[in-house]
């Protein structure tokens, strides 16, 4: 489903993503691990069309992504690290903004803001401007813009950053059941949550990816993850 060949990307001299290459079937929950720095969220922002990759390519079913923004725009949901919000917009205010940005239609919009309000539990926060929120329910809007629209791959940076257990719980509970209707590439240096969500994954060592492995063949791979630094 989802195809990246080669992706390179540099920040002036330094290489922050080095010749990475790996494919996602569809309906995959995929864990990118690495620690900080590794190069996980460069290599979101680029599937996701915010960064431009120095070379390589990403393709979605076959098509490239490089040149079809509005495929991008389509098909895939994005929560980044640090969601782009007004802190005085409502939570309503902010995802009728999110809807319009995906382009939904004005008679599809009013329900499929009410679908992503209930499957993300915000109800009770609609009126609440987003800075007063907590840091859980924060992420909980983030997850709702990222799932308006029915993307079919969803990619999720570092989700549970920041969030106390219960919180984690939560967002745990929400990506299982949002996964049931997409592919999932999500972010983390926590092995834990990666045991908990994820058919695979991949670690990345400065840069480069040093290991793609089914969950259940990682056992073997105990020595990498230590030398990985993504134990919990
Ligand atoms: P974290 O878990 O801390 O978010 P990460 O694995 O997501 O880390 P990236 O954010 O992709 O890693 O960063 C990879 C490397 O590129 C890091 O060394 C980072 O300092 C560097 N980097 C990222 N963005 C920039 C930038 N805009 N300018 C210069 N260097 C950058």
Do not use: W
Request: contains cysteine; hydrophobic residues 40%.
């Amino acid at each position: 489903m989802l195809n990246v060949s080669q992706l390179t990307r540099s920040y002036g001299n330094f290489i922050a993503v080095n010749n990475v290459s790996f494919s996602i079937k569809k309906g995959e929950i995929i864990g990118l691990l690495g620690h900080n720095g590794a190069g996980k969220t460069t290599i979101m922002k680029i599937i996701s069309g915010y960064l431009e990759a120095d070379k390589g390519e990403v393709s979605l079913d076959g098509i490239s992504l490089n040149d079809n923004p509005k495929l991008l725009q389509q098909h895939l949901g994005y929560l980044p690290e640090n969601l782009p919000v007004y802190p005085e917009m409502t939570v309503a205010e902010y995802l009728d903004y999110a809807a319009d940005l995906k382009g939904l239609k004005a008679d599809k919009k009013v329900a499929e803001i009410k679908r992503v309000i209930k499957a993300t539990d915000l109800s009770s926060k609609l009126l609440a401007p987003i800075q007063t929120l907590s840091r859980g329910y924060k992420q909980r809007v983030g997850v709702a813009q990222a799932i308006l629209a029915n993307p079919k791959l969803l990619i999720l940076d570092e989700p549970t950053n920041g969030l106390d257990p219960e919180q984690t719980q939560h967002m745990r509970q929400l990506i299982k059941e949002i996964a049931q209707d997409a592919t999932v590439i999500l972010s983390t240096h926590i092995m834990q949550e990666v045991n908990a969500l994820c058919d695979r994954a991949l670690i990345l060592k400065a840069g480069q990816l040093v290991l793609d492995e089914k969950l259940d063949a990682l056992q073997h791979s105990q020595q990498l993850i230590v030398e990985t630094d993504c134990q919990d």
